[in-house]
T-cell receptor, first 112, second 114 residues
Framework: KAGVTQTPRYLIKTRGQQVTLSCSPI?????VSWYQQTPGQGLQFLFE???????NKGNFPGRFSGRQFSNSRSEMNVSTLELGDSALYLC???????????FGEGSWLTVV | KQEVTQIPAALSVPEGENLVLNCSFT??????LQWFRQDPGKGLTSLLL?????REQTSGRLNASLDKSSGRSTLYIAASQPGDSATYLC?????????????FGEGTQLTVNP
């Protein structure tokens, strides 16, 4: 059974640009969450999608957005990139509230 | 607001030693607590999931305990090996936020010396 797959793994963007990251959850998992990890702030929750609806949202500016498709795949978008958006972005999937949450390998974003 | 704290922040031990990592959380209204391992530059690997109604879970050399009422969990690693070197993170899934939102601690960076 394939794990959580994230693409791209590494990318470099210029300040002011936008970026889209993709996540394919484990087959059968309908919940997909996104996290940002930085050395200074640790792991912070961005948002969660379940059955194409945003179920939870963290404390991030509106430049951070996401969506989920009918096949449970998810994308997150960051517009007007800032240097501080440089981070590891992690996607996670789960099959239920009391089930294990599985993470992907992450997408390393560097903003220059 | 849920807060998760992990102690110690870093730990260095000789190979073969048994060790305990600590995690505390402020709001006991949780569905479960999950322990993860993160290797440098990598994603998170789930180690153990312990439900709010459980006291402990075991997997191989790992044992996690949970005392929900006091807001504490421990991860016990037996007979540590150099391959156990990584950052260990605990995370709770709170009832108040619903869904699959996890609140993470800052992690314990473990180094096992050969």
């Amino acid at each position: 059974k394939a794990g959580v797959t994230q693409t791209p793994r590494y990318l470099i963007k210029t300040r002011g640009q936008q970026v889209t990251l993709s996540c394919s959850p484990i087959s059968g998992h309908r919940s997909v969450s996104w996290y940002q990890q930085t050395p200074g702030q640790g792991l912070q929750f961005l948002f969660e999608y379940f059955s194409e609806t945003q179920r939870n949202k963290g404390n991030f500016p509106g430049r951070f957005s996401g969506r989920q498709f009918s096949n449970s795949r998810s994308e997150m978008n960051v517009s007007t990139l800032e240097l501080g958006d440089s981070a590891l972005y992690l996607c996670a999937s789960s099959s239920g509230l009391r089930r294990t949450i599985y993470f992907g390998e992450g997408s390393w974003l560097t903003v220059v | 607001k849920q807060e998760v704290t992990q102690i110690p922040a870093a730990l260095s031990v000789p190979e073969g030693e048994n060790l305990v990592l600590n995690c505390s959380f402020t709001d006991s209204a949780i569905y479960n607590l999950q322990w993860f391992r993160q290797d440098p530059g990598k994603g998170l690997t789930s180690l153990l999931l312990i439900q709010s109604s459980q006291r402990e879970q075991t997997s191989g050399r790992l044992n996690a305990s949970l005392d929900k009422s006091s807001g504490r969990s421990t991860l016990y690693i037996a007979a540590s090996q150099p391959g156990d070197s990584a950052t260990y993170l605990c995370a709770v899934r709170g009832v108040e936020t619903s869904g699959s939102r996890l609140t993470f601690g800052e992690g314990t960076q473990l180094t096992v010396n050969p």
